[in-house]
């Protein structure tokens, strides 16, 4: 069973970055995409931004311009670098993989901006 852990959550003020990442207990093979997502409380899980295994990059339109995912196949590891950070970007934010057959998600890491 693959177990994927995430970190680099905080408090952090608006206009402030954090750079999560989202670590597989060993390698995926077959993965069709991975991505973050986030739910803030009250409200529905919603996603952030995607990447194929083909590279492709999808971003909500609340936060392009300023999240970049990126990957480190060799770390089995997927970045989220979060830039201007808003308080309406404060929530829980969760890391998946998918492949045909599994669908993985993180247990979640807290991400807090302050006003």
């Known amino acids: 069973q693959v177990q994927l852990v995430e970190s680099g959550g905080g408090l952090v003020q608006a206009g402030g970055s954090l750079r999560l990442s989202c670590a597989a207990s060993?390698?995926?093979?077959?993965?069709?995409?991975m991505g973050w997502y986030r739910q803030a409380p009250g409200k529905q899980r919603e996603l952030v931004a995607t990447?194929?295994?083909?590279?492709?990059?999808n971003y909500a339109d609340s936060v392009k311009g300023r999240f970049t995912i990126s990957r480190d196949n060799a770390k089995n590891t997927v970045y989220l670098q979060m830039n201007s950070l808003k308080p309406e970007d404060t929530a829980v934010y969760y890391c998946?993989?998918?492949?045909?057959?599994?669908?993985?998600w993180g247990q979640g890491t807290q991400v807090t901006v302050s006003s």
């Open positions: 998946r993989r998918t492949t045909p057959l599994n669908d993985y």
């Open positions: 990447m194929s295994n083909g590279g492709s990059t």
């Open positions: 060993r390698r995926i093979f077959g993965i069709d995409a």
